[in-house]
């Protein structure tokens, strides 16, 4: 199984600042790596997929880059309601197998 | 608009039997794969099963291969999850979920039922 692991674990941040959040493959997964963001109390929401292709409805903030083994989510500008936990998620192989997550909070 | 809704969940006795339902709306549902993908209290996200659009092909990881079953109902824009043998590591909000058309990734994500098996 394709193990994703996610850094770091949690993330404190300022609003305004921008971030990156990190998912590393065990093994190459190409570009079949999707972000994706699960607020408080909520269902999870797509937000990049192909490991940086945007998904229509998500604020161009957010960005994706990365293949192989070694991906990138990066927010440009944090905002409050981007505070929430942030999972990747590989569609190469199966099993499907998800990161264990980066939260980010308030400093 | 996309909607789907779980139903289903709900507190079951070790080694019993649980069906989970997802009612899907506002999209073509036998034009999809599906999915089923769980979260344990304040855990992560973990794929449990996948169904192909006739229903014809399933795929399960190993930690519940042999004791769930995904199926679906296209004339009633249904998907199930039979869960036979529960353990207590099965607790967990299941989601039903809309694959993307290459199956690969999960496009719409319904609000998920709690299943918590415990003696």
């Known amino acids: 199984d394709v193990v994703l692991t996610q850094s770091p674990a949690t993330l404190s941040v300022t609003p305004g600042e921008r971030i990156s959040l990190s998912c590393r493959a065990s093994?190459?997964?190409?570009?079949?790596l999707h972000w994706y963001q699960q607020k408080p109390n909520e269902s999870p929401r797509l937000l990049i997929k192909?490991?940086?292709q945007s998904i229509s409805g998500i604020p161009s903030r957010f960005s994706g880059s990365g293949s192989g083994t070694d991906f990138t989510l990066s927010i440009n500008g944090v905002e409050l309601e981007d505070l929430s936990i942030y999972y990747c998620?590989?569609?190469?192989?199966?099993?499907?197998?998800f990161g264990a997550g980066t939260k980010l909070e308030l400093k | 608009e996309v909607q789907l809704v779980e139903s289903g969940g709900g507190l079951v006795q070790p080694g019993r039997s649980l069906k989970l339902s997802c009612a899907a709306s506002?999209?073509?549902?036998?034009?999809?794969?599906m999915a089923w993908v769980r979260q344990a209290p304040k855990k992560g996200l973990e794929w449990v099963a996948t169904?192909?659009?006739?229903?014809?092909?399933?795929y399960y990881p190993d930690s519940v291969k042999g004791r769930f079953t995904i199926s679906r109902d296209n004339a009633k824009s249904s998907l199930y999850l039979q869960m036979n043998s529960l353990k207590s590591e099965d607790t967990a909000t299941y989601y039903c979920?809309?694959?993307?058309?290459?199956?690969?990734?999960?496009?719409?994500w319904g609000q998920g039922t709690l299943v918590t098996v415990s003696s």
């Open positions: 979920a809309r694959h993307s058309p290459e199956a690969d990734w999960f496009a719409y």
């Open positions: 506002g999209f073509t549902f036998s034009n999809y794969y």
């Open positions: 169904i192909s659009t006739s229903g014809s092909r399933t």
């Open positions: 093994e190459s997964v190409d570009t079949y």
């Open positions: 192909y490991a940086s």
């Open positions: 998620q590989q569609g190469n192989s199966l099993p499907y197998t």
